[in-house]
């Protein structure tokens, strides 16, 4: 089994900043992506920020300049730095890893951790 944990999050002021981490852990062969998505209430989940397996990333345009991703390949883990948050940040945030359960079992995995609340307000 593949399993994810995440943690940070929290209530946070307006101009602040909060880092997100994430964990897999299980029968993993290899990951192919790690992201952060974020789904705010009456809204859709929407991707934030994707990291490859080669390091290549991707930012949506609401969080770009101010949200960094960064991933720790030895340990299978995923970060999100976020600053400069703004109250349209506030949202449930999870971390998607995706990639090949081990040899044995040789399938795909597409892996959700169990979401953390971020509320940036005064």
């Known amino acids: 089994q593949v399993q994810v944990v995440q943690s940070g999050g929290g209530l946070v002021q307006p101009g602040g900043s909060l880092r997100l981490s994430c964990a897999a852990s299980?029968?993993?062969?290899?990951?192919?992506?790690m992201g952060w998505y974020r789904q705010a209430p009456g809204k859709e989940r929407e991707l934030n920020a994707l990291i490859t397996s080669a390091g290549s990333t991707n930012y949506a345009d609401s969080v770009k300049g101010r949200f960094t991703i960064s991933s720790d390949s030895a340990k299978n883990m995923v970060y999100l730095q976020m600053n400069s948050l703004t109250p349209d940040d506030t949202a449930v945030y999870y971390c998607n890893i995706k990639g090949r359960r081990s040899r044995w079992s040789g399938t795909d995995f597409d892996s959700w951790g169990q979401g953390t609340q971020v509320t940036v307000s005064s």
């Open positions: 299980g029968s993993i062969s290899s990951i192919k992506t």
